[in-house]
């Protein structure tokens, strides 16, 4: 009688915590993305470098579209409520212990039927054998293994001399010795890694090895096949271990992608949905495709970082608006961006220019390409809506420029290409006294004396998307973060990608 009365005492004491626990975990799934597997990377120590990786991880999964991630660089301190929103942990650390709330809470939390998911040196994390401080933790002092995360990886390295971890860095192939197991079902039999072959590491017996790789002896090898990729249960949870990873290059192999991303699904959900080609796929549509014409005036190089870093962009430079408009190239891009300062074009290159323009495809004209064709009406008249002038015309005095102005630049409507840009304080260059249509939409503008008031517009040519941007001489605006997310959004305006349809 009295034993049963107290384990009903434990249920009531407890069922207040539980239902605590439960409420705070459904109020923060609320922020994440619906339907997403909901995934926590624990990283901010390693001896590789994390700084590198556990962005590009995060942008894996992400791009897939069928994770949100969170990144916690300070996991010591974490506890069950904090993990009880995610259905996966990413390990992609290798420094000194959690202590014991955090290592308890991970414990529960794979146990209780959640996943993990450690990469490449987090095997060897917390096993007495670290080694960012040559086998010592960061007081100086060798750390008591935490065991249980030996037995949620599957395996461990206890015992192992650090410098038996690998051979020499190599390409070498992965074989997959559990075609059945859904990371890696549908997968080709072998694939290539550039990378450390991790060997002498020791699984259990319940640990199922996916996929192995041959350790060759001539270049520091067992001469063994020692397994790459594994997966483990603990308790009711699942935990896949890659042995790949060591560096960017080594992530950014095709077969390294593929078993992350599936093997990251399979750990918080049970199943894969993703392709056995994931590399190969990409979440939403495929990339604007833009032309880059310059030629006819200098300018840094910083000016190529604009299209750098950007999924959602590929690009072709033209040196010369010859090269550019040589043939028809309707099919073969979306946008044209002009960074040129070129004073004529032959009969067929304006007809090819032309033809672009009046099939609907987008145009951004940047900085000094608002000199462009002087005598070409058409073309700065009705297509960009405005003119630098570099000599008196029509009544009108030349237009003036001064370098190192120091602008403050204001939005002067609602446009998405603006969006979330705000207000800009650079150094730049100035135009003053051009011809600008008054039929123009300004999109930002300044109150520098040496300047014209706007410095952004959209053009109200009606057969296609066209934005000026007076901005970007040189770095001081082209490293400039509202400047680069500025051109990149007007990119997209203009290839249709951004702000529906309608203008």
């Known amino acids: 009688m009295y034993a049963r009365s107290l384990r009903w005492i434990h249920v009531v004491l407890f069922l207040p915590v539980a239902l605590q626990l ?191 790789a041959y350790d060759d002896p001539k270049i520091g090898g067992t001469g063994q096949d020692e397994p790459m990729l594994c997966a483990n249960q603990y308790g009711h949870g699942r935990v896949f271990y890659t042995a790949l990873g060591h560096d960017l290059a080594a992530m950014k192999e095709p077969g390294f992608i593929n078993t992350f991303a599936r093997g990251t699904e399979w750990a918080a959900s049970g199943k894969v949905t993703l392709p056995p080609d994931v590399a190969a796929v990409r979440a939403g549509p495929s990339p604007i495709r833009a032309l880059v014409v310059t030629g006819g005036h200098d300018y840094d190089s910083s000016f ?71 005598d070409w009406p058409w073309w700065y008249r009705e297509v960009v809506g405005g003119r630098y002038l570099l000599q008196p015309d029509a009544g009108m005095p030349a237009s003036t420029y001064k370098h190192d102005e120091e602008m403050f630049v204001t939005p002067a409507m609602n446009h998405p290409i603006t969006a979330g840009i705000g207000p800009m304080h650079l150094t730049d260059e100035t135009y003053k006294g051009m011809w600008i249509s008054p039929d123009v939409k300004v999109l930002l503008k300044t109150d520098n004396p040496t300047s014209d008031p706007p410095v952004a517009w959209i053009s109200p040519y009606q057969k296609s998307r066209v934005v000026y941007v007076q901005l970007g001489h040189d770095h001081a605006a082209h490293r400039h973060p509202a400047y680069r997310a500025l051109v990149h959004n007007a990119i997209l305006w203009a290839s249709g990608r951004l702000g529906g349809s309608g203008r």
């Open 304 to 374: 190529y970082s604009l299209f750098e870093g950007y999924d959602d962009l590929t690009w072709v430079h033209a040196a010369t608006n010859a090269e550019a408009f040589k043939s028809d190239i309707r099919g073969a891009y979306d946008v044209l961006v002009f960074y040129d300062m070129s004073a004529s074009l032959d009969e067929k290159r304006r007809a090819n220019l032309r033809s672009f323009v009046e099939s609907g495809k987008g145009i951004v004209v940047l900085h000094h390409a608002i000199a462009d064709y002087p």
């Open 22 to 212: 439960f409420a705070g975990a459904d109020v923060r799934a609320r922020f994440f993305k619906p339907g997403a597997l909901k995934v926590l990377i624990l990283t901010g120590r390693n001896n590789h470098d994390w700084r590198a990786s556990t962005p590009y991880l995060r942008k894996l999964l992400v791009d897939t579209g069928r994770f949100d991630v969170r990144v916690c660089e300070e996991p010591a301190g974490i506890t069950q409520e904090t993990l009880s929103p995610y259905d996966v942990i990413v390990v992609d650390y290798g420094g000194p212990r959690w202590g014991e709330v955090t290592e308890k809470a991970i414990e529960s939390f794979v146990g209780s039927g959640k996943g993990m998911v450690a990469v490449h040196g987090a095997s060897y994390s917390f096993s007495g054998l670290e080694v960012l401080a040559d086998g010592h933790s960061s007081t100086g002092i060798r750390e008591t293994p935490w065991a249980e995360y030996g037995r949620m990886v599957g395996g461990s390295w206890s015992g192992v001399p650090l410098k038996q971890f690998h051979g020499q860095r190599h390409s070498f192939q992965v074989k997959l010795v559990q075609k059945d197991h859904p990371i890696v079902q549908g997968m080709a039999a072998t694939f290539t890694a550039t990378d450390e072959l991790y060997h002498q590491m020791k699984f259990l017996p319940s640990t199922l090895i996916l996929a192995v």
